[in-house]
């Protein structure tokens, strides 16, 4: 999703014959701008973090189904092997661990992936602070 930007026209050069109210109204206008881009931006980032976090919760959902067929096939090997006492539940309980680190390994990485500071707007916060910092330099 690309946000749209609008083009901020150099500064024109000093002269004699701007006003105040000229001044007030090209600062107005910019402001306005600034402020419009930066939701824009602010909104761009924050889609991204959403789609992070859908990929962070269906790996844990995978995970967690993953995990419980393991579990399945770890019961099925205890039955197996109460049963018959021969060599099929053992392949059954190969089969089983192995389901089991595979989901495990696939939760772990989704619950990495839902921290609380993936999903701050990094970018729009850095390019506030630039936006302050000029605001104060062009103040003095």
């Not at 083009?7 to 109204?25: N, Q, T, Y």
């Not at 600034?34 to 269906?58: D, I, N």
């Amino acid at each position: 999703m690309q946000a749209r930007r609008e083009v901020i026209e150099p500064f024109p050069g000093p002269k004699a014959e701007r006003s105040i109210g000229s001044l007030f109204s090209d600062l107005a206008r910019e402001t306005s701008l600034l402020f419009r881009q930066e939701v824009a931006l602010a909104k761009a980032e924050v889609g991204e973090k959403v789609s992070r976090l859908g990929v962070g919760a269906g790996l844990l959902a995978g995970g967690g189904i993953i995990a419980y067929a393991g579990f399945l096939a770890l019961l099925a090997a205890a039955v197996l092997g109460l049963s018959k006492a021969v060599e099929p539940w053992l392949a059954a309980l190969i089969v089983g661990v192995v389901v089991l680190i595979i989901g495990g390994a696939l939760a772990w990485i989704g619950k990495n992936r839902l921290t609380a500071d993936n999903l701050a707007p990094r970018r729009t916060m850095r390019s506030l602070q630039d936006d302050a910092a000029w605001a104060k330099e062009q103040v003095r």
